[in-house]
């Protein structure tokens, strides 16, 4: 297939560009940072360049990962968000439904941030009483600042363009995978790997997963017609443990994993004594066909 990817030189783009290609793709990158997985440098706000891409790469697919994210909300203003995260990708959804477009089906790199109000961040500090397990039937949403709702937006925009032209679209609210130290309070008592390895079990994937997620997406996108997806690590975690996860995270991570304990202490890493969310992955398991391949189990075989 011909694959428009944008946000090529970015820290996904970088992964899933090569992995697409792998299979014999033929991909175009776009991007404003120049990169080895960059073909095009221009932006998705260029509507110009955006139609000029689609038609004459006579591209077939677009995997749209480009955003303003989390880590830009101290240094972009709020326009630039909505200029990138929802101008951006109207302009893609429109070139791929314009006549003589041959795009067929779209990808939306999502986040599961946008899941997650002020009152859901705030957790046990907030008041509350027990881990929220979260779905893709959490609602209703209340993103809690631009890049969340700019996220939001443009996931509407998406579910628009397929109700009004069919365009198969799959959404994916990626869990966390960039690669930075924890903006987290959790972050001040534990080391980045420490934090990581924790996040495996409820927030966190890999950044190969991630891309993988998309190239799952690609395949059943035309058969989905229209989805929406939270892609994490599986939790080994169930509802039922939402009460205890919060009070006493150690000991349920301790029933599903009776020799953690002994792993972290050798290198003198700690759980987080508190959880607060859980995202849950098995509607991806089990209609998109896909599960990430490193979870928490495969973190402490790494540490044996
Ligand atoms: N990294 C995470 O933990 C995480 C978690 C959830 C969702 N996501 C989403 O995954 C996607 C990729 O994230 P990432 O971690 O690779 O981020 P990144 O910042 O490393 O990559 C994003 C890329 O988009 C590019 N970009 C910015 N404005 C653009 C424009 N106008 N036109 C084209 N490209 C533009 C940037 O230059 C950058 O290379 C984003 O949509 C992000 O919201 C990321």
Same mark, same amino acid.
Request: charged share 20%.
């Given at each position: 297939m011909n694959i428009l990817v944008t946000g090529s030189s970015g820290w996904l783009g970088q992964t899933l560009v090569p992995r697409l290609v792998r299979d014999g793709h033929k991909v175009v990158g776009l991007d404003p940072e120049p990169g080895p997985t960059t073909e095009v440098v221009g932006s998705v706000v260029d509507r110009a360049l955006v139609r000029h891409l689609v038609r004459d790469h006579g591209i077939? !697919?677009?995997?749209? %990962?480009?955003a303003r994210h989390k880590p830009h909300i101290e240094t972009h203003d709020n326009s630039e968000f909505v200029a990138v995260n929802v101008q951006g990708t109207l302009n893609l959804l429109e070139e791929a439904v %314009? /006549?003589?477009?041959?795009?067929d089906r779209f990808v939306f790199t999502s +986040? +599961?941030?946008?899941?997650?109000?002020q009152k859901i961040r705030d957790g046990k500090a907030g008041g509350a009483k027990q881990a929220m397990w979260i779905d893709? +039937?959490?609602?209703?949403l209340e993103p809690r600042n631009i890049y969340g709702v700019t996220k939001r937006a443009a996931e509407e925009l998406c579910r628009l363009f397929n109700h009004l032209h069919k365009l198969p679209i799959v959404i994916l609210r990626t869990a966390r995978f960039f690669p930075?130290? *924890?903006?987290? !309070?959790?972050a001040i008592e534990q080391s980045g790997d420490n934090t990581k390895a924790n996040e495996f079990l409820f927030r966190r994937l890999s950044v190969e997963d991630a891309a993988e997620a998309h190239v799952a997406a690609l395949h059943k996108a035309p058969a989905l017609g229209f989805d929406t997806f939270i892609i994490s690590a599986? +939790? /080994?975690?169930? /509802? *039922?443990?939402c009460r205890e996860l919060i009070v006493d995270a150690p000991k349920v991570v301790e029933r599903y994993f009776p020799d953690y304990r002994e792993l972290y202490d050798r290198r003198g890493w700690t759980m987080f004594a508190s959880i607060d969310r859980v995202y849950d992955a098995s509607k991806a398991r089990d209609r998109l066909g896909f599960t990430c391949g490193t979870g928490f189990a495969e973190i402490l075989d790494s540490l044996r």
């Open positions: 077939e !697919a677009i995997v749209h %990962a480009a %314009a /006549p003589g477009s041959k795009v +986040t +599961t941030s946008l899941m997650i109000s893709e +039937t959490l609602g209703p930075e130290e *924890d903006d987290m !309070a959790h599986m +939790t /080994p975690f169930s /509802p *039922d443990d």
